[in-house]
Each structure stands twice: as structure tokens, then as C-alpha cells.
């Protein structure tokens, strides 16, 4: 493939707040591919079903692979049919990728995976951090692994670890912006608990970041800065001009979410740092978490 012929990509998890972003994002330098849950959408999108092994595109060669797929981590309670929901939506269906294009390895393999892999710490972890213990770092864990078996066949595998992705139209902001709009922002806990976020826009710009340069590989933390509960509230609820006056306690967000959940997903603090996208050049766009939020709401 020369450098300016069309590159060959799939993108899964279409639907999904990266995805959908990415897919609007990519020109006409790129010959797209989807795979999704729908046979309705128009367009090279092709269905399929890992949780019952389908498939239904045929295996070819595709420069890149984007793999976003994944059931929501904070859609549900995590009840033990919610874990398994989750791995398998992960983990069994990655196996499956690797499985169906075994004998038509990609050029590079790009892999969703987060912050949630370093657990609760009180340093900032890079990406050489050990991770953390509890489901959700084991989940990732294996999500990582298993996404790892590309590179037995030489593709170029990245994976993305990825902070609080902001956005008005999904995710955790979306979930928090209802709220915040009727005064009723609270910190969850004692606000301690850092959070990594990053802006939508440079997600989109980090996956086209590591598809140009080809030295990438392994494992990238997507994360723009970390800072306490209690700050990101603080300046969510100036940016929407409300108060945010209440306090949710542990007990509370325990008896709504289950402890597991509440201590991995909610409390927990993962202040970490982009060491990689650093040493390779990369440059934030959104940095300032006011003007970002300004910017997206």
C-alpha cells in the first residue's frame, strides 16, 4: 500500500460514543467497513453477534481494525449476570475477531481499553504502572490480553486507555448535565477521588494520531489531566452557572450502585499521565477543563 492510496478500515461498536465520533471524523482517504448488532444501516456495515460466535463479514484484509465494542461499564448494577455481560462482550468477543481474521492479519489493530486497569492509587500511573486489583482491573486485564493476540500474527496493536471521555451526546457527562441543570450537582463521597478525563475531540485526534505514526504500539493512556471529584464538580456547576451544594455519601451511592461498583467506578482514584502520546508529540487541543466543558455543552 503506498502512502497515499486509500487505507482499508472496520470500525466496531458504531453506535458507541467513540465510534459514532470516529466515523464522522474519517475522510475520503479512508475505504470504511462497520460491523454492528443492526442489519438495518445502510452502507459496508455487516452484522454480527459475538455473544452467540456470529459474524457475518468475510474475512479479508483490512489495513486498520478499530475495535470499540463493548457493553456500557456504567450502564448497569453490577450484578454477576451484569460482570459477565461485560466480559464476554469484551474478552469473548475479541477472541472472536481474532478467530475470524486469523489468516488476514491487519496492519494495525486498535483496542478500546481504560484507566479502570490501574485501579485505586494515590501516585499518577503511565502506562509501565502495574495494574490494580478488582474486577474492573482484572476486566481490562484480560480485555488487554486478549487484544494482544493480534500482534502474534505482526499487526501493530495499540491499545487505548481512556480516562472520563467528555461529550454532551454520551457518556458520563451527558449522565451528569440533567442534573447539574436543576442545581442538583453533588461530589460523590469526599471529592478526593481523582478523576482522569479527556474531551471527545481528542480522542478522535489520539486514534488518528497513532494511525500516522507507525513507531506506536502497546498500550497508550488517553488522559488529558486528572484532578479531585470535588474540583471537576465544582467547575461543571460554575460552567452551568447552578449550585452544587449537596454531598452524595458512600452509604448512599453503596446501597444504589452495590460497593463494588461504588469503590471501582465511582470512587476510585486514578490520577494518571499521557507519557506516551508525550514522548511521541502529541498535543492536547483541550486542556482546560472550564473552556472544554464551555466548548461541549
Not at 464476554?88 to 489493530?109: A, C, M, N, Q, V
Not at 442538583?184 to 478526593?192: M, T
Request: hydrophobic fraction near 35%; glycine fraction near 6%.
Amino acid at each position: 500500500m503506498t502512502q497515499n492510496s486509500t487505507k482499508k478500515i472496520l470500525v466496531i461498536g458504531r453506535t458507541g460514543l467513540i465510534a459514532s465520533e470516529l466515523l464522522k471524523s474519517l475522510g475520503s482517504e479512508y475505504d470504511i467497513y462497520t460491523l454492528s448488532h443492526s442489519r438495518q444501516s445502510e452502507g459496508k456495515n455487516y452484522y454480527w453477534d459475538p455473544l452467540k460466535k456470529c459474524i457475518e463479514i468475510d474475512a479479508q484484509k483490512f489495513d486498520i481494525i478499530c475495535n470499540f465494542s463493548g457493553y456500557n461499564i456504567a450502564n448497569k448494577r453490577w450484578s454477576e449476570k451484569i460482570k459477565d455481560l461485560l466480559y464476554r462482550s469484551r474478552i469473548d468477543s475479541t477472541d472472536l475477531l481474532h478467530k475470524h481474521f486469523k489468516e488476514f492479519p491487519p496492519g494495525l489493530y486498535i483496542a478500546a481499553s481504560a484507566t479502570g486497569i490501574y485501579g485505586n492509587r494515590e501516585t499518577s500511573c503511565t502506562e509501565t504502572s502495574a495494574p490494580g486489583n478488582g474486577f474492573l482491573a482484572g476486566l481490562c486485564k484480560k480485555w488487554e490480553a486478549s487484544s494482544m493476540q493480534f500482534s502474534n500474527s505482526n499487526s501493530r496493536v495499540v491499545i487505548l486507555r481512556f480516562g472520563l471521555v467528555l461529550s454532551a451526546h454520551g457518556g458520563a457527562l451527558a449522565k451528569m448535565l440533567p442534573p447539574f441543570r436543576f442545581g442538583l450537582g453533588a461530589k460523590l463521597s469526599s471529592g478526593k477521588q481523582h478523576m482522569p478525563w479527556i474531551s471527545i475531540n481528542d480522542s478522535i485526534s489520539i486514534i488518528k494520531f497513532v494511525i500516522s505514526n507507525t513507531e506506536i504500539s502497546g498500550p497508550v493512556n488517553c488522559v488529558s489531566h486528572s484532578l479531585p471529584n470535588s474540583e471537576f464538580t465544582d467547575v461543571l456547576a460554575k460552567v452551568l452557572k447552578r449550585p452544587a451544594l449537596l454531598k452524595m455519601p458512600a452509604l448512599i451511592l453503596n446501597l444504589i450502585f452495590g460497593k463494588e461498583m461504588t469503590d471501582e467506578l465511582l470512587l476510585c482514584s486514578t490520577p494518571c499521565k499521557a507519557e506516551k502520546l508525550s514522548k511521541y508529540g502529541f498535543e492536547f487541543n483541550d486542556t482546560d477543563l472550564p473552556q472544554t466543558l464551555r466548548k461541549l455543552i
